[in-house]
Protein backbone atom coordinates (compact mmCIF):
# COMPACT_ATOMS: atom_id res chain seq x y z
CA UNK A 1 0.00 0.00 0.00
CA UNK A 2 1.04 4.08 -0.49
CA UNK A 3 2.31 5.53 1.53
CA UNK A 4 -0.30 8.15 1.10
CA UNK A 5 -2.83 5.38 1.77
CA UNK A 6 -3.83 5.03 -2.16
CA UNK A 7 -2.60 2.96 -4.88
CA UNK A 8 -3.69 3.49 -8.80
CA UNK A 9 -2.71 1.29 -10.75
CA UNK A 10 -3.03 1.51 -14.82
CA UNK A 11 -2.94 -1.98 -16.42
CA UNK A 12 -0.51 -3.31 -13.64
CA UNK A 13 1.27 -0.33 -13.55
CA UNK A 14 1.33 1.38 -10.35
CA UNK A 15 1.71 5.26 -10.41
CA UNK A 16 4.56 6.48 -8.12
CA UNK A 17 2.82 9.22 -6.82
CA UNK A 18 -0.93 9.22 -6.44
CA UNK A 19 -3.05 11.91 -7.80
CA UNK A 20 -4.24 14.53 -5.57
CA UNK A 21 -7.72 14.57 -7.18
CA UNK A 22 -9.71 11.98 -8.71
CA UNK A 23 -12.86 12.82 -10.23
CA UNK A 24 -15.13 9.90 -11.89
CA UNK A 25 -18.11 11.16 -13.45
CA UNK A 26 -21.57 8.64 -13.87
CA UNK A 27 -23.17 9.69 -16.54
CA UNK A 28 -26.80 9.88 -16.82
CA UNK A 29 -28.76 8.30 -19.79
CA UNK A 30 -32.31 9.23 -18.40
CA UNK A 31 -35.03 11.00 -20.46
CA UNK A 32 -38.91 12.36 -19.35
CA UNK A 33 -41.59 12.91 -21.69
CA UNK A 34 -44.95 15.15 -20.77
CA UNK A 35 -48.07 12.87 -21.17
CA UNK A 36 -51.62 15.00 -21.34
CA UNK A 37 -53.13 13.63 -18.34
CA UNK A 38 -49.55 12.46 -15.86
CA UNK A 39 -47.26 15.43 -16.60
CA UNK A 40 -43.55 15.44 -16.88
CA UNK A 41 -42.64 11.35 -16.28
CA UNK A 42 -38.96 10.17 -16.30
CA UNK A 43 -38.06 7.26 -18.51
CA UNK A 44 -35.11 5.23 -16.16
CA UNK A 45 -32.77 3.62 -18.70
CA UNK A 46 -29.06 1.98 -18.27
CA UNK A 47 -26.35 4.57 -17.33
CA UNK A 48 -23.75 5.52 -19.71
CA UNK A 49 -20.22 4.92 -19.94
CA UNK A 50 -18.89 6.24 -16.01
CA UNK A 51 -15.74 9.22 -17.31
CA UNK A 52 -12.49 9.36 -15.32
CA UNK A 53 -10.10 12.35 -15.00
CA UNK A 54 -7.35 12.72 -12.71
CA UNK A 55 -3.72 14.48 -12.91
CA UNK A 56 -1.02 12.60 -11.85
CA UNK A 57 2.61 13.55 -11.12
CA UNK A 58 5.32 11.32 -13.21
CA UNK A 59 8.83 12.73 -11.13
CA UNK A 60 12.75 12.20 -12.57
CA UNK A 61 14.13 11.26 -9.72
CA UNK A 62 12.86 9.12 -7.19
CA UNK A 63 11.48 11.16 -3.71
CA UNK A 64 10.81 9.94 -0.05
CA UNK A 65 6.63 9.73 -1.05
CA UNK A 66 6.62 7.93 -3.84
CA UNK A 67 6.61 4.18 -4.39
CA UNK A 68 8.57 2.10 -6.62
CA UNK A 69 7.52 -1.83 -6.43
CA UNK A 70 10.27 -2.98 -8.73
CA UNK A 71 12.72 -0.45 -8.42
CA UNK A 72 13.08 3.26 -9.62
CA UNK A 73 11.84 4.06 -13.12
CA UNK A 74 12.38 7.15 -14.77
CA UNK A 75 9.67 9.37 -16.08
CA UNK A 76 10.18 7.88 -20.07
CA UNK A 77 9.14 4.23 -18.55
CA UNK A 78 5.54 5.61 -17.53
CA UNK A 79 5.01 7.87 -20.51
CA UNK A 80 6.00 5.02 -22.72
CA UNK A 81 3.32 2.96 -20.74
CA UNK A 82 0.73 5.61 -21.55
CA UNK A 83 1.49 5.46 -24.88
CA UNK A 84 1.02 1.66 -25.46
CA UNK A 85 -2.63 2.05 -23.22
CA UNK A 86 -3.54 4.70 -26.26
CA UNK A 87 -2.03 2.87 -29.36
CA UNK A 88 -3.33 -0.88 -28.49
CA UNK A 89 -6.73 0.12 -28.65
CA UNK A 90 -7.25 -2.70 -25.84
CA UNK A 91 -9.32 -1.98 -22.70
CA UNK A 92 -7.32 -2.28 -19.33
CA UNK A 93 -7.99 -2.41 -15.40
CA UNK A 94 -8.28 0.92 -13.27
CA UNK A 95 -7.94 -0.14 -9.91
CA UNK A 96 -7.67 2.55 -6.99
CA UNK A 97 -7.26 0.54 -3.53
CA UNK A 98 -7.82 2.96 0.09
CA UNK A 99 -6.20 2.56 2.81
CA UNK A 100 -6.31 4.68 6.19
CA UNK A 101 -2.92 5.19 7.86
CA UNK A 102 -3.35 2.54 10.19
CA UNK A 103 -4.16 -0.16 7.38
CA UNK A 104 -7.73 0.00 7.39
CA UNK A 105 -8.99 -1.00 4.27
CA UNK A 106 -11.68 1.56 2.76
CA UNK A 107 -13.51 0.90 -0.38
CA UNK A 108 -12.12 0.12 -3.87
CA UNK A 109 -12.76 1.40 -7.23
CA UNK A 110 -11.88 -1.60 -9.64
CA UNK A 111 -13.17 -0.83 -13.78
CA UNK A 112 -12.61 -1.75 -17.18
CA UNK A 113 -11.74 1.34 -19.01
CA UNK A 114 -9.89 2.49 -22.23
CA UNK A 115 -7.23 5.37 -22.31
CA UNK A 116 -9.29 8.17 -24.31
CA UNK A 117 -6.42 11.22 -23.72
CA UNK A 118 -3.67 12.28 -21.89
CA UNK A 119 -2.32 15.58 -22.10
CA UNK A 120 1.60 16.50 -20.83
CA UNK A 121 2.83 19.47 -18.68
CA UNK A 122 6.41 20.78 -18.15
CA UNK A 123 7.35 23.66 -16.08
CA UNK A 124 10.83 25.48 -16.20
CA UNK A 125 12.55 24.71 -13.58
CA UNK A 126 10.91 21.58 -12.71
CA UNK A 127 11.77 18.29 -14.94
CA UNK A 128 8.94 16.34 -13.72
CA UNK A 129 6.14 15.80 -16.00
CA UNK A 130 2.55 16.31 -14.87
CA UNK A 131 -0.29 13.94 -16.82
CA UNK A 132 -3.86 14.49 -17.44
CA UNK A 133 -5.67 11.44 -18.09
CA UNK A 134 -9.13 10.78 -19.19
CA UNK A 135 -10.01 7.70 -19.00
CA UNK A 136 -13.78 5.93 -19.80
CA UNK A 137 -15.78 2.81 -18.68
CA UNK A 138 -15.25 -0.15 -21.22
CA UNK A 139 -18.43 -2.60 -20.97
CA UNK A 140 -17.99 -6.12 -22.39
CA UNK A 141 -20.14 -7.22 -25.09
CA UNK A 142 -20.94 -10.26 -27.14
CA UNK A 143 -23.16 -12.85 -28.94
CA UNK A 144 -24.25 -15.75 -28.27
CA UNK A 145 -26.48 -18.17 -30.28
CA UNK A 146 -29.86 -19.54 -29.43
CA UNK A 147 -31.88 -21.99 -31.09
CA UNK A 148 -35.68 -21.56 -31.13
CA UNK A 149 -37.97 -24.75 -32.08
CA UNK A 150 -40.98 -24.88 -33.87
CA UNK A 151 -44.03 -26.57 -32.97
CA UNK A 152 -42.41 -29.78 -35.73
CA UNK A 153 -39.57 -29.69 -33.72
CA UNK A 154 -37.18 -28.41 -36.34
CA UNK A 155 -35.22 -25.59 -35.68
CA UNK A 156 -35.90 -22.86 -37.67
CA UNK A 157 -34.42 -19.56 -35.93
CA UNK A 158 -31.13 -18.89 -34.38
CA UNK A 159 -30.90 -15.29 -32.51
CA UNK A 160 -28.32 -13.55 -30.82
CA UNK A 161 -27.86 -10.49 -27.90
CA UNK A 162 -25.35 -9.25 -25.84
CA UNK A 163 -23.70 -10.92 -22.93
CA UNK A 164 -21.35 -9.52 -20.29
CA UNK A 165 -18.16 -11.33 -19.01
CA UNK A 166 -16.57 -12.06 -15.90
CA UNK A 167 -12.95 -11.98 -15.86
CA UNK A 168 -9.75 -12.09 -13.52
CA UNK A 169 -6.88 -9.97 -13.78
CA UNK A 170 -3.05 -10.03 -13.20
CA UNK A 171 -3.32 -6.74 -11.87
CA UNK A 172 -1.43 -7.30 -8.12
CA UNK A 173 -3.62 -8.33 -5.28
CA UNK A 174 -4.37 -5.41 -2.93
CA UNK A 175 -6.32 -4.75 0.61
CA UNK A 176 -10.02 -4.95 -0.07
CA UNK A 177 -9.97 -6.31 -3.87
CA UNK A 178 -11.84 -9.36 -4.62
CA UNK A 179 -10.00 -12.31 -5.20
CA UNK A 180 -10.85 -15.90 -6.40
CA UNK A 181 -8.79 -18.24 -4.45
CA UNK A 182 -7.41 -21.84 -5.46
CA UNK A 183 -5.14 -22.93 -2.81
CA UNK A 184 -4.35 -24.00 0.83
CA UNK A 185 -5.32 -21.68 3.45
CA UNK A 186 -2.42 -21.27 6.22
CA UNK A 187 -2.43 -20.40 10.01
CA UNK A 188 -0.17 -17.49 9.36
CA UNK A 189 1.76 -15.97 6.32
CA UNK A 190 5.36 -18.46 6.61
CA UNK A 191 2.98 -21.17 5.57
CA UNK A 192 2.86 -23.06 8.77
CA UNK A 193 -0.25 -25.13 10.19
CA UNK A 194 -1.96 -25.48 6.83
CA UNK A 195 -5.53 -25.61 6.33
CA UNK A 196 -8.38 -26.19 4.12
CA UNK A 197 -8.39 -26.39 0.14
CA UNK A 198 -10.12 -23.71 -1.57
CA UNK A 199 -11.41 -23.97 -5.37
CA UNK A 200 -12.38 -21.10 -6.87
CA UNK A 201 -13.52 -19.52 -3.88
CA UNK A 202 -14.25 -15.85 -4.04
CA UNK A 203 -13.46 -14.30 -1.14
CA UNK A 204 -11.41 -10.76 0.00
CA UNK A 205 -7.89 -9.84 1.03
CA UNK A 206 -8.10 -7.89 4.42
CA UNK A 207 -4.11 -8.09 5.19
CA UNK A 208 -0.92 -8.10 3.17
CA UNK A 209 2.57 -9.48 4.46
CA UNK A 210 4.43 -9.01 1.36
CA UNK A 211 7.73 -10.69 3.80
CA UNK A 212 5.74 -14.23 4.09
CA UNK A 213 5.68 -16.91 2.04
CA UNK A 214 2.06 -16.90 1.76
CA UNK A 215 1.47 -13.16 1.62
CA UNK A 216 -2.08 -12.84 1.29
CA UNK A 217 -4.92 -13.24 3.86
CA UNK A 218 -8.24 -14.04 2.72
CA UNK A 219 -11.74 -13.23 4.07
CA UNK A 220 -15.29 -14.43 3.54
CA UNK A 221 -17.22 -11.64 1.19
CA UNK A 222 -19.01 -10.59 4.48
CA UNK A 223 -15.34 -10.88 6.49
CA UNK A 224 -15.20 -14.14 8.39
CA UNK A 225 -11.51 -15.23 8.51
CA UNK A 226 -10.42 -17.50 6.24
CA UNK A 227 -6.33 -17.76 6.31
CA UNK A 228 -3.29 -17.11 4.04
CA UNK A 229 -2.64 -18.61 0.86
CA UNK A 230 0.33 -18.14 -1.98
CA UNK A 231 0.48 -15.33 -4.15
CA UNK A 232 0.10 -17.77 -7.13
CA UNK A 233 -3.29 -19.10 -4.94
CA UNK A 234 -5.02 -15.40 -5.87
CA UNK A 235 -6.72 -13.74 -9.25
CA UNK A 236 -7.72 -10.59 -8.59
CA UNK A 237 -11.66 -10.09 -10.02
CA UNK A 238 -12.01 -7.36 -12.51
CA UNK A 239 -15.95 -7.94 -13.52
Known amino acids: MSKNGYD ?11 PQKLQIKIN ?7 LINEGEI ?9 DIEFDC ?3 QVKYPFSSYPDGFKPAEYFL ?15 IVARSMPMGKALFSTNIKVTMESYTLTEKAGNFDVTVKIKLKQYRDFGTKTAKIKSENGKNNLSAQKGRAASTVS ?6 GCDVIVNGRLHGNSYGEAPGQM ?10 INPDGSHP ?14 TAESVKVVTV
Open 28 to 34: NANSTLT
Open 216 to 229: YHIITPDGLWQGWV
Open 57 to 59: EIP
Open 8 to 18: FYLDKCLLPIP
Open 198 to 207: RTNYRGKINF
Open 42 to 50: NLLKTAKLT
Open 80 to 94: EHFEKLKTEKKPFQF
Open 170 to 175: EVPPFI
